[in-house]
Each structure stands twice: as structure tokens, then as C-alpha cells.
């Protein structure tokens, strides 16, 4: 059974930094692409970033120069490094496997963990 647990979500004053982090368990999440998606309320789910196997990236043009995603392959274990965070990143973060490629749609989703940008 394929689980995708997310942790190190929470409370950040705008300007500041958090880190989220997913460990991948029963899957095959070495070999395929990884990302994650937010909802913030009353919105669509969107994608915030991607990053394959091999370290190619894809960012949503919101966070771009801000988030940095990365992954390792070792450790089935993909992390999103988020900075000068804004109140309109306040939102539910999930992790998802995706397909083999990086604009594959997500296959698996975690629980989701929430962050919330105070102004």
C-alpha cells in the first residue's frame, strides 16, 4: 500500500521560511516524479511544484525564486524549501507521486499538512 506522509507545516509570519518534507513508502517514488500541490480555501487545487527522477523541476510561476523543491531517490523523500512566504501561500499542502514525468498527473496523494502565512 503505497503512503505518502507529509510533515513540517505550521505557523510562519510573512517573510518567513518553512520546509516540507514527504516520505514515499510502497511505491515505486524512485524512479517516478514527485510534487506538491496546495488548496487554499474556496480555491482550486493547483500545483506548486514537480521534479523528476533525474532533478528536472517545474514550479508554478507564483512561487518561482521563492520555493525550491528537491528530492532523494535513496530515501523515497521529496522536500519543498519555502521562502519569503507570503499570506496568499496560506494553504493545505499535499505531497503526490506522479507518473514517470514531470508533467504526469499525480497518481498518489498524502494527507496534506497545513501552513498558514500570518501578515
Known amino acids: 500500500q503505497v503512503q505518502l506522509v507529509e510533515s513540517g507545516g505550521g505557523l510562519v509570519q510573512a517573510g518567513g521560511s518553512l520546509r516540507l518534507s514527504c516520505a514515499a513508502s510502497?511505491?515505486?517514488?524512485?524512479?517516478?516524479?514527485m510534487g506538491w500541490y496546495r488548496q487554499a480555501p474556496g480555491k482550486q487545487r493547483e500545483l506548486v511544484a514537480a521534479?523528476?527522477?533525474?532533478?528536472?523541476?517545474n514550479y508554478a510561476v507564483s512561487v518561482r525564486g521563492r520555493f525550491t523543491i528537491s528530492r532523494d531517490n535513496a530515501k523515497n523523500t521529496v522536500s519543498l524549501q519555502m521562502n519569503s512566504l507570503k499570506p496568499e501561500d496560506t494553504a493545505v499542502y499535499y505531497c503526490?507521486?506522479?507518473?514517470?514525468?514531470?508533467?504526469?498527473?499525480?497518481?498518489?496523494w498524502g494527507q496534506g499538512t497545513q501552513v498558514t502565512v500570518s501578515s
Open positions: 503526490v507521486e506522479k507518473g514517470p514525468n514531470l508533467y504526469s498527473q499525480p497518481v498518489y
Open positions: 510502497g511505491s515505486i517514488a524512485s524512479i517516478n516524479a
Open positions: 521534479i523528476t527522477a533525474g532533478g528536472n523541476t
